[in-house]
Every structure is written in C-alpha cells, then in structure tokens.
C-alpha cells in the first residue's frame, strides 16, 4: 500500500503540486485585503473598529477597474472620492475627514506604499524538479501606479487583482462569459435585480479585461510588429472580442428592454432604485463596448501602418550588435548575480569619461570653503522627509524617574504610600502621580520575572489595608519598598518572600 | 615631432574630456582633427599621450571630435559604484547595479533599435524616459512568455534572491509612484531612467529636444561610436562567457529587418 503511494506522489507529483501552487496563489492574493481588517484596531488615528477594511478594499479595487478604459485609469483622488459614500455608510456618525484618511489608508495599503517595490510577496512551497521541497516566492500587486505621458501618475487594477475581484481563477474568459450572460437573462425574466446587477457588471470586467489585452498587444505592436504574433493569436483574439461585443449587444438589448420595464412597471421603490441602477450600468457597458470596437476596427490598420513603417525603413547595410536581441534581453535573462558584471562592464565603457579634479593650494582654499556639492548628481533627488514633532514625549523627564529612585530606596524597611507621597511633594510638584503609579504598578510585581531578566533590584508594593489619605490620590495607603535581588545565591527570593511576609495584607486594588 | 606636437596632441585630449564640445564649433578643436588624419606620427603620438593618461582613443572625426575612453583603473573612469545608489546590503547593491545597467543598455537599444542602425553614421536615435520603460518591459514580457511556455515552476526562490532573474525584478519594480509634491520617485524605473538620459545628455552623448513623453531626447554620433566601439562589445563578450547569447546567424537576431510578415 505504501509502495504505491509513494509511486502515485512520484508521478503525478508535478500535476498535484500545480494546483495546489496556483491555489495557494489564489489565497495569498487576497491576504492584503484580510491583513486590513487584522491590523485596523492598531490605528492610532481613529477607532477604526466599525469600518470593515476588506469590504472597502474590494470597492477600491472595483472602482480602479471600473475606471480603466484604453489609456488611462483614475487618479489617486478621483478614487478616493468614489470611495467616500461607500466608507460614509459604514460610520455616518464619524466625521467626513476620517471617511477620507480611511480611504486613502486602505488605498495606499493596496498599493504597498512605503515599499521600494510597492507590492505584496507570498512565500509557497513547492516541490522541485529534483523532488525536493523549495520555498518560492510569489510576487504580485493589486494596484499598479502608472504615468501618463504628462506625467500625472493614476491607477490600474492588475491582474491579480481584477481575478481575485471576480473570482475567476483559472477559468476560461470566453466560457464565463457565456455562462454569465445566460444567468443574466434568467434572472431578469424571474426578476431578481440584485443578481441581474452582479452579473451585468461580470459582464463589464469581462469587457474591460479585453480592452486591457488589445491594449498590450497594440503597444507591443508599435515597438516591434514582430513581437505580436498577428498570423494566428491577434486575430483569434479579434474574433473573440468582436463576438463578445456582438452578443452583449443583443443580450444588453434585451435587458434595457426589460429593465426598463421593469423599472417603470415597478411599485416597490427598492425595485425601482436597483432597476435604475442596473439600467445605468447596463447603459456604461454598451458605452465601453462601443469603445472596445472602435478599437478593434482600428486595430488591423494599426498593424499594417507599423508594419510598413518598420519595413520600409531601410534595409539591413551591415551586420553589428543587436543591443535589444544580443545584450538586453540576455542580460535580463540571467540571474542577478550573473547580470552584474556585464552590466557594469556596459555601463564603464558607455559612460564616457569623468575629469577628476586636482587641487592647487589657492585652489584648495576655495574648495573648502564651496558650498557642499549637490547630491542630486550622484543618487537623484533627494526628496526632503518631512518631520512631525513626536508627540509620544513621555509626561516624566529622566530626572523624575532618577529622584523616584532616590525616594524608594532611601531606606531599607517599607514605607507607607502616603509618607512617600508627601516626600514628593516636597521635592517636586509632578512626582507624587509618578511614585503613586510606580507604587501601583508594583503591587503584586512578579519577582520572578525581575530575576529572569536580571535587574538588581525590583520595587515590591504590599497592601495591609489601610485606606489611603491624600488630598489627590485615593486607594490602599501601600507598603513599599525597593528590594534588591540576587539572582546568583536564590536570595532574591528569600528576601522578597521577608517583604511580603511582613505585611500579611487584605487586598484591595488601590484606585 | 616636438614639444609643439606634444602639446597638441595633449590639447586634443583635452577636448576630448570636454565631450559637450565639438570640432564644428571650435576652429582649433577642427584644426586638431585635420591634423590629426592628415599626419600618421602625430596620429600615433595621440595615441600615446592618451594610453599615458589611462585613455583608449576609440575614434576621432569632425562630428564627434575625439571620443575617449578610460582604461580600467584609469583616473577617468565612471564607476558604477559612484552612479547606483549605495546600499548596505549586497543583494539589494547588486539589484540597484542591475537596474541602472540595464536601463543604460535599453537606452542604447531604443536608439539603436537595429545593427545597421549602430552601423550607420549618419542614424539618428531618439529616445524617451518611457518607450525606455516600455522596451524594458517589453523585453520582460518575451522572457515571461518564454517561462511561461517552459512551464516549469520558475518563480524566485524565497531564500536566494541573487538567483532571481533581473527581468523580475525590473518587472515587479513600479514605474511610477504618486509623491506628495508630484515629483518623480526616484526609486521608480521612470525615476532611474529620466536620470540616466539627463546623466548621458551631461556626457555629451544624448541631446535634450523636449519633455514630451517624460523627456525625450536624440542621440550624438559621440554615443553611437561609444556603444559601437566599446559597450557593446565588452557587454557582449561577458555575455558569451556566461553562454547566454549566441552569436548571430544570417537570419538575423530579434530587431533584424525580415520578410517573414510580409
């Protein structure tokens, strides 16, 4: 039995651990999005307790997809906006600025802000072509900042993403969209709008996600036709466009016809509203189909205008190196470690020469005495960090600490919470709350745990139930003493168990 | 050859150390470089100034005027060390190395997308900060489709990153990043290449036209010689070591012109 186990693992090891590494990319894909929920409550900026982060971190990622048409997705702010009446709902009772500093904190958290590669990495197991297990690291992102020719910098919904939002991993894009359209028109006809909704808008990812792969392909196309395989995988992907277009016309159709009806035969006013609603964004979709074909009419004559411009730019004179095909690729094809010297040798030898300065003594003078070089030509601009004041200065200075030090070990025996009090009194008017807290939080100190990290003394507080009286403070009048520990000898100990045997006290939690 | 011929042949050196000048817009400089292809002697005699100061003439003409280079170890001589970030950890200095090579290379390759176009004299480039970006990421495109075909499990290990291929680590790196006073992030590959063209354009090897697309900028015939006569070939010959690129066969390599889409 165990012998043809281990012949199974053996043989269909690669195939189980396929899937098994694609599931586990699936989960870790949407472990951004839980880790928000998990460290909301370390906010210090607001009780963030009532908002629920994955929700909004999925309406993020709805709205960058919705948003991402041929060239361009939304800006930082327009999604922020966008985010707001979802965020308000959750808390209405909270203050529209901390709506915004939510959405922008789950925004930036999407986008990993705060990493040199703004992005989340997922470390899997898997097993090797040797049979070995290897950790591997699976990098992805949700959001990607990207710049337009301007230069003003706006979002777009990665893969990753747009799957995990959809829920489609490692499904067939032609096939779900089938099935979608199919559940669509049945939900219209039995009249369940809230799923009309949700599949409509499938439909729109399904489109957007189309729009996203001719997009690519027509860049590529522009850099070098050759890269794009415009036999057979373009024109597939043409056809398939075309034909997701054509029936989504005619299914879009059919449910304006219906909705609309819908909507105005509708009494109930919650009916109407998400018949509206749908309406709307049934209206979006055929917008973005219309775009989408525009597209793909031009797309032919895109290849063929690229086509002609980087044939007929001349033939071939004489062989050199190709830099793209014989140095950059290569070069990146290799591990890093083994990218280096190349690249280094390329960069020495294209960089040109650089005079090095030699200093006279007048010369010298004047070098000391120049302002510091700018920086800004060796690494870059440096961007100035901007500094707020710590605000967690402690309400004590050392000096507190050193004279409630002095106090609790100026005599050996215990001493009564209130004489200490008053001691403090007199030295400063801030250091009775310290002692008082310091006494507080002794009581019942764990002498253990002083030993085991090896202080030389611990300060020891017991209480004898005599009420205390002070004008500020309120609780048990406490014993108190500084006890010095041994850890050596098991003195400490001893010494402790002397302290507190001597005060046999009733408890009573001091205020 | 005398004292006189020294001193010109020293003075021609140093405009080449002045890479912005050229023979068209300095009589004495042009005069040099006539004289220069004219008298084989004092063609050597250049030469051997050079090689004394730690220069390799790669070539001199009248629109480039004398393009050098330095010799390792050479006083002269830019080192990457100076031109990456420092990093205090090796793997992360080697990643930062990496980047900055690898854009300078896709520079040259945008400008001089095919050999003949290295070859030819008279080819101007013209490069932007993002078709930079774009060929980068295009090139990390073929290889991911390359591994994706492979079908094997390739996807770094987590515990040696110097394994990991460069093209990853250019992929994964953002191309932009919102700052909060809108300029460029520097640790962004917009970032790294919009410095690398201004730091070329300081050598004398790039021309700045205008800001279109991130800056765009056109090519001297000073950095076709230096790509051509040099980089290239040290770059390639590393490369042949590490059996990673083949040398060229008649059908001609990625970039070559070919009937086949037709």
């Known amino acids: 039995m165990r012998a043809v186990r281990e012949d199974v693992t053996e043989h269909h090891g690669a195939t189980v651990d396929g899937a098994l590494s694609r599931r586990l990319k699936a989960l870790a894909c949407t472990a951004p999005l839980h880790d928000l929920d998990a460290r909301k409550a370390k906010l210090d900026w607001a009780d963030a307790g009532v908002y629920q982060m994955a929700e909004i971190a999925l309406h993020t990622i709805d709205q960058v997809t919705v948003a991402m048409d041929f060239d361009t997705g939304a800006d930082h702010e327009q999604i922020v906006q966008r985010l707001l009446p979802f965020i308000a709902a959750q808390a209405p009772e909270r203050p529209p600025a901390e709506h915004e500093r939510v959405a922008r904190w789950v925004l930036d958290n999407l986008i990993n802000v705060g990493t040199v590669e703004r992005g989340f990495r997922h470390v899997y197991g898997a097993v090797g072509s040797d049979g070995s297990y290897q950790r591997r690291a699976f990098d992805f992102k949700l959001l990607v900042e990207l710049a337009t020719p301007s230069g003003e910098v706006y979002l777009r919904a990665s893969d990753e993403a747009i799957n995990v939002l959809v829920g489609a991993l490692d499904t067939d894009v032609e096939s779900a969209q089938v099935a979608a359209e199919v559940k669509l028109e049945n939900l219209i006809t039995r009249g369940r709008l809230a799923d009309a909704k949700l599949a409509a808008e499938q439909a729109r990812y399904r489109t957007v996600q189309y729009g996203e792969t001719l997009r690519s392909m027509l860049e590529a196309t522009r850099r070098d036709v050759r890269t794009v395989d415009w036999e057979e995988a373009i024109p597939q992907l043409l056809d398939s466009a075309l034909e997701h277009i054509e029936s989504r016309f005619r299914a879009e159709n059919a449910i304006l016809r219906n909705i609309t009806a819908a909507r105005d035969e509708a009494d109930d006013p919650d009916h109407k509203k998400r018949a509206a609603e749908l309406v709307e964004i049934v209206s979006d979709c055929i917008t973005r189909h219309t775009q989408l074909q525009a597209r793909l009419q031009a797309a032919g004559a895109t290849f063929r205008a690229e086509q002609d411009r980087q044939e007929f730019s001349g033939p071939a004179r004489r062989g050199g190196v190709d830099l793209f095909g014989q140095l950059l690729v290569p070069a990146l094809g290799v591990p890093v470690r083994d990218a280096v010297t190349p690249v280094e040798e390329y960069f020495t030898a294209a960089s040109g020469t650089s005079v090095p300065g030699a200093a006279t003594l007048p010369s010298l003078v004047s070098m000391l005495l120049r302002p510091a070089p700018e920086r800004e030509k060796v690494v870059g601009e440096i961007p100035d960090p901007e500094l707020t004041p710590s605000d967690q200065s402690g309400r004590f200075t050392d000096r507190h600490w050193e004279l409630a030090d002095e106090l609790f070990s100026r005599y050996e025996a215990p001493r009564r919470l209130s004489e200490l009090l008053e001691e403090a009194r007199a030295v400063d008017g801030e250091l009775p709350l310290l002692v008082a807290l310091r006494a507080t939080h002794s009581y019942g100190a764990d002498v253990a745990t002083a030993l085991r990290q090896g202080s030389g003394a611990a300060l020891l507080a017991v209480d004898d139930g005599t009420p205390l009286r002070d004008g500020r403070f309120g609780g048990s009048d406490l014993l108190v003493a500084m006890v010095a520990l041994d850890s050596g000898s098991g003195d400490g100990d001893a010494e402790a168990d002397r302290a507190v045997a001597a005060d046999a006290a009733a408890v009573a939690v001091p205020e | ?262």
């Open chain 2, 1 to 262: 050859m005398g004292a006189a011929d020294a001193e010109a042949a020293a003075r021609l050196i140093a405009y080449g150390l002045r890479p912005k000048q050229v023979p068209a817009r300095d009589a004495g400089y042009s005069d040099l470089v006539r004289k220069y292809h004219a008298d084989s002697q004092f063609k050597q005699l250049t030469h051997s100034v050079a090689a004394g100061l730690g220069l390799l003439v790669l070539e001199v003409n009248q629109q480039a005027g004398a393009v050098l280079a330095a010799t390792d170890e050479s006083v002269f001589e830019i080192k990457m060390d100076n031109y990456a970030r420092q990093s205090k950890i090796r793997e992360r200095r080697e990643t930062e190395k990496v980047l900055h090579g690898v854009i300078h290379l896709a520079t040259a390759a945008l400008a001089f997308p095919r050999p003949d176009d290295l070859a030819n004299d008279t080819y101007v480039g013209r490069v932007s900060v993002e078709q930079v970006d774009s060929v980068v990421r295009e090139a990390c495109r073929i290889l991911d489709e390359r591994a994706a075909q492979a079908d094997e499990n390739d996807d770094p290990l987590s515990d040696a990153p110097e394994l990991e291929q460069a093209w990853r680590v250019y992929a994964r790196r953002p191309a932009a990043a919102a700052t909060k006073d809108g300029r460029l992030a520097p640790d962004t590959t917009r970032g790294m290449i919009s410095r690398a063209l201004r730091f070329l354009a300081e050598q004398g090897f790039l021309v700045h036209i205008n800001s279109d697309r991130g800056g765009t900028y056109r090519t001297t015939p000073r950095y076709q010689i230096q790509v051509r006569e040099l980089a290239a070939d040290r770059a390639f010959s590393e490369l042949l070591d590490l059996d990673v690129v083949a040398v060229a066969d008649d059908v001609g390599t990625l970039r070559a012109a070919s009937s086949e889409t037709l």
